[in-house]
């Protein structure tokens, strides 16, 4: 058990990690039956996504934010995916327009926190280039984001289902290097263990190296399907496409070590938001990962 050293303990999200292409594709889950839905698994707030379908329609940003707290719950993190590594200028000025806007989504939806990417990792781009790109447009973005009190998270992520290639700032190194290049009180990191492992990357020792600027986090977790991390390593990191040998599963029961990542946190005094990023094989694995993280946060951060 870690020491605690905030009163405040971290409060619990929910994903809909399992019905994306049913709200985001082929409109066969409306976003009341998935705020129906989450308001059944104990959890204090949900994660949107700016692809929602039914977000076109800006007029219903503020009734989604009455539906969710109509259920005692609230919006705290909006998911998107900018990309800001296109060599184009006005095709960067595009991105950085969107992602304005998704700062206007919100807050109109009551959210703190507003996720942002690097960009894809052209062929062509060096790292130096990559991050310089990607911090210009971020450091665009941060004026307005703090006009409307939202904060900009950066995530160690691996691939928007949209682009071609996989995230620049996949890699550790690249990911610490653009986290060092922003530094506004704006700008802060959402940390997902799962997606260290696609990058060939230790999660707990990616943490060491951005718990500073932690201030939320996407709880999820992969079990490999056949060889070992190794394998993984040698084989699968930084490809395209996603990694053959891992499978998402129900939290605390694949690679993650989750004592490790909650005591780390919980020692740097981290009291964010825990975004729950499960249930593909069902509603009742999402259940038990809840119960499960709740379980190690009453452990890690103690009454």
């Not at 062929?123 to 939202?150: N, Q, Y």
């Not at 990694?243 to 129900?250: D, M, N, P, T």
Request: aromatic share 10%.
């Amino acid at each position: 058990m870690s020491a605690n050293t905030s009163a405040v303990r971290p409060r619990l999200a929910a994903f809909p990690k399992a019905y994306m292409r049913a709200l985001c594709r082929d409109g066969s889950m409306r976003v009341a039956e998935w705020i129906d839905l989450a308001a059944t698994l104990g959890v204090e707030g949900v994660e949107w996504y700016a692809g929602f379908l039914e977000m076109a329609d800006e007029a219903n940003w503020p009734r989604f934010r009455s539906a969710v707290e109509a259920h005692g719950m609230s919006i705290p993190m909006m998911c998107c995916s900018p990309d800001f590594t296109h060599p184009d200028p006005a095709f960067r000025a595009a991105e950085i327009a969107k992602q304005i806007r998704w700062i206007d989504m919100t807050a109109t939806l009551g959210g703190s926190y507003c996720r942002v990417l690097s960009g894809q990792r052209r062929p062509e781009l060096s790292v130096d280039e990559g991050v310089r790109l990607a911090a210009e447009s971020i450091r665009a973005c941060l004026p307005h984001a703090a006009a409307k009190g939202v904060t900009l998270i950066l995530e160690n992520h691996y691939k928007d289902d949209f682009w071609q290639y996989p995230e620049f700032a996949q890699k550790l190194e690249v990911f610490c290097a653009l986290v060092a290049a922003v530094d506004d009180p704006h700008f802060g990191v959402n940390y997902d263990p799962s997606n260290a492992f696609l990058a060939g990357d230790d999660p707990v020792e990616l943490l060491r190296r951005v718990s500073h600027r932690v201030v939320t986090m996407h709880a999820s977790d992969r079990s490999l399907v056949e060889g070992t991390l190794e394998d993984l390593r040698r084989e699968e990191g930084g490809v395209e496409g996603y990694a053959r040998r891992l499978k998402h599963g129900e939290i605390g029961r694949g690679l993650n070590d989750y004592d490790a990542i909650f005591s780390i946190l919980a020692g740097r005094g981290f009291h964010g938001w825990i975004s729950i990023e499960d249930g593909v094989d069902g509603i009742d694995e999402l259940r038990r990962s809840v119960a499960f993280l709740k379980r190690k946060i009453a452990e890690h951060w103690p009454a």
